[in-house]
């Protein structure tokens, strides 16, 4: 299934607890988000912040997760269409100004029309184990050249592999207008940028192990040198699901 997406990588305050924040992300800031119209789905991914950086490396492929650019969790958003979308801005004032009691960086990144595909259901809450890959595009690799390693590449190699709950994405070219929150950094230099990013569900972290050990994988690493130049794999703690699909 196609879908028109935002997702947002971002990093939490760290003059507050972790605890503390992770609660108010999920608890009142999540509820913010609930009220905004034409939302199919608001998922947050609250990443592991030590289990991290285990995708399969390969020549000049990076997949060590540099420690000042570790994000902690990521905001996905699935709106009902694509008049939806480019209409939302306009419509997030309460969420954007929100965000500084939660955030210190926001990195929004919208897919465009039909740039996210979901392999599996919708939000599954039995699924024991996800991983999210952020990937970041070689220079001198055309947009469309990606999309198609990612959606017709990523996407059915870890389908037939096993994976559960599966969702890929491809962002449009990054701009800091399309999440202006105020108070919150949008710095995000051009070498660590990502182009898109793959949702993978298992039974456990065990079988995600397995997962990384089978023929697909290996057929996606050993030709990921020719597109991307960093994998950056994160556990999730927990997924929260604000709005079900």
């Known amino acids: 299934m196609k879908t028109s997406s935002f997702v947002s990588p971002v990093w939490l305050r760290t003059d507050l607890s972790r605890d503390a924040v992770l609660r108010y992300w999920a608890g009142p800031h999540g509820r913010i988000v ?3 119209p034409g939302v199919v789905e608001y998922v947050q991914r609250h990443f592991s912040p030590s289990d991290h950086g285990y995708w399969p490396s390969s020549h000049r492929v990076g997949t060590i997760i540099p420690p000042d650019w570790r994000c902690d969790g990521m905001a996905e958003v699935r709106f009902a269409n694509t008049v939806t979308a480019l209409g939302m801005p306009v419509r997030m004032r309460d969420v954007y100004l929100d965000e500084q009691n939660v955030f210190e ?10 740039g996210g595909r979901w392999w599996t259901d919708g939000h599954e809450d039995l699924v024991g184990h996800r991983t999210v890959l952020l990937l970041r595009r070689r ?3 055309s947009g469309g050249a990606f999309r198609k390693y990612v959606h017709d590449g990523i996407g059915p190699a870890l389908h037939e592999a096993g994976a559960h709950d599966l969702r890929t994405y491809t962002f449009l070219p990054w701009s800091p207008l399309l999440h202006p929150t105020p108070g ?3 710095d995000n230099p051009t ?3 990502y182009h898109g990013c793959v949702v993978i569900g298992v039974d456990s972290r065990e079988a995600m192990d397995e997962l990384l050990k089978s023929e697909q994988v290996a057929g996606i690493v050993a030709h990921q040198h020719t597109v991307l130049t960093a994998v950056h794999a994160y556990t999730m703690e927990r997924s929260v699901p604000v709005i079900r699909a």
Request: proline share 5%.
């Open 34 to 36: 609930a009220r905004l």
């Open 105 to 114: 960086r926001v990195l929004g990144q919208a897919t465009g029309p039909g």
């Open 139 to 141: 220079r001198g690799v």
């Open 184 to 186: 919150v950094s949008h």
């Open 191 to 193: 070498f660590r940028r």
